[in-house]
């Protein structure tokens, strides 16, 4: 049962049209969406396979609604073609137009929605900074960017201000998609209504203005800070926008395109507040104007002139070079797995590694002083003599594979690899990736007929 206290609060911000919004909220089911993967799948051939069972959203190219129950056992969202995500967590990305090359922080990414969409945008030549504080929610994040194929990413695992101190003022784009009191997810998650109350608001609020205040350093004269809930509480929406801008007089809400205020309302000019009209251009998603959940989102830029911004600091290089042998290692795995040499597939990236683990970062990346989880590619392990593949090898870079094994939806093989069983191939030796409308799920070894899989235990179905 929804919370007397929220509905009364709601029928004080919605006015004629609560009765609208709380038919939405108690008698609709909630909507499943997904994204589609533009590194994994084209867009005709997702539409092809799941024809019949999604409908485009009209503010987000990549965006569908989809009325496939369980998507998370999908061949596809195994192979990363898809994201399982609100429609409404889909729009605050949509406010801008995000740039192949920019440098982009994700302050509080778990389970990586917004991550693996930037990172889709901004392109190889680019470059993400996930960071998720909890250190059980870096696990699911971690997972996903693997599974997506992602390769830009750098996954941190500690708090804004650590991030704020490390980097100074070098990002396009900085993402404060910040925890909040959850309204938004009352008709999707049972739990979000029972661990809501009023004393949780301000307590959100309190820690979204601190999230708030460390982002704003690290956007570059020019940048962008993207601001965003899933929540509908003034007190942590236009209230704390209201407040940023006062305290920082160097950023300017912005206008977002008209495709995305068709599917949304205004910021609330609440009474009092200090900054009216540019309140009015934020944007509010309720499941009763469009469908999906509930969202807020703000897009504000800094001023080119900005003289308090914060100087970029020096790198910090958190990984090490490769000795000659582990050099060759590598080649001799690159030479036998991929079509062309990895310079030339993949320009903007090198080598480096962290104890035994090789890893394919960005040329160009700086690293936090501390807190680095996950970075780019995780390529493989070190042992005797060879280097055994990590899975994000052949999800990541297994669109460049020699030896692949292409399986349609519906071939039987496909169930028998995601249930971690051998199959077999008429691929001759060595490893090779799986692949399913040519989205790589994973990989195999291939010896006299039979593809010994690769598919790690944690991700098959049973």
Not at 33 to 54: D, F, P, V
Not at 150 to 157: C, D, K, M, S, Y
Not at 176 to 203: H, N
Not at 428 to 450: H, M
């Amino acid at each position: 049962m929804l919370p007397k206290e929220f509905l009364s609060r709601m029928e004080r911000i919605l006015g004629n049209s609560y009765p609208e919004f709380l038919a939405a909220l108690s008698e609709e089911a909630n909507v499943h969406g997904i994204r589609r993967n533009a590194e994994k799948i084209e867009h005709e051939t997702l539409s092809s396979a799941l024809e019949g069972h999604i409908t485009p959203l009209s503010y987000y190219a990549d965006g569908f609604i989809s009325d496939i129950e369980k998507i998370g056992h999908h061949p596809l969202h195994h192979a990363g073609a898809i994201y399982a995500q609100d429609p409404g967590a889909m729009a605050p990305l949509s406010a801008l137009s995000i740039k192949r090359g920019w440098w982009v922080a994700d302050l509080c990414a778990a389970p990586g929605g917004k991550s693996t969409q930037i990172a889709a945008a901004v392109g190889d030549e680019g470059f993400v900074l996930s960071n998720e504080i909890s250190a059980s929610r870096v696990k699911a994040l971690v997972s996903n960017i693997e599974r997506m194929g992602v390769r830009n990413v750098l996954v941190t695992n500690t708090d804004t201000k650590t991030l704020s101190c490390s980097y100074g003022s070098v990002f396009d784009l900085v993402v404060a998609d910040a925890p909040c009191s959850g309204e938004g997810m009352f008709r999707k998650y049972d739990y979000a209504q029972t661990e809501w109350s009023e004393e949780l608001i301000p307590v959100c609020a309190a820690r979204q203005k601190e999230i708030l205040d460390n982002a704003a350093p690290m956007v570059k004269p020019g940048g962008y800070l993207l601001y965003s809930t899933c929540t509908f509480s003034v007190e942590e929406n236009e209230e704390n926008v209201d407040a940023f801008l006062s305290r920082h007089p160097e950023f300017t809400v912005l206008s977002v395109p008209d495709t995305l205020c068709a599917v949304t309302d205004d910021g609330i000019a609440f009474d009092g507040a200090r900054h009216p009209e540019a309140l009015k251009k934020a944007r509010r998603f309720y499941p009763h104007r469009s469908r999906g959940e509930g969202q807020f989102m703000c897009l504000m830029q800094k001023s080119v002139e900005d003289d308090r911004a914060c100087m970029p600091r020096k790198p910090y290089e958190a990984m090490e070079a490769l000795t000659r042998e582990e050099t060759k290692l590598a080649e001799r795995l690159f030479s036998d797995t991929l079509e062309a040499p990895l310079e030339e597939l993949l320009p903007y990236h090198i080598l480096k590694k962290h104890r035994d683990m090789l890893y394919l970062v960005g040329k160009n990346w700086s690293y936090p002083t501390h807190g680095a989880y996950r970075c780019g590619v995780a390529v493989g392990t070190f042992q005797k003599g060879r280097i055994e593949p990590h899975h994000q090898y052949f999800s990541a870079l297994g669109r460049f594979f020699k030896r692949r094994i292409d399986l349609s939806l519906d071939d039987p093989l496909l169930g028998a690899y995601l249930h971690g069983e051998t199959i077999p191939t008429k691929v001759v030796g060595g490893y090779a990736v799986v692949s399913v409308c040519g989205a790589p799920i994973g990989g195999v070894k291939c010896s006299d007929g039979v593809a010994k899989n690769h598919y790690p235990k944690g991700l098959r179905t049973l």
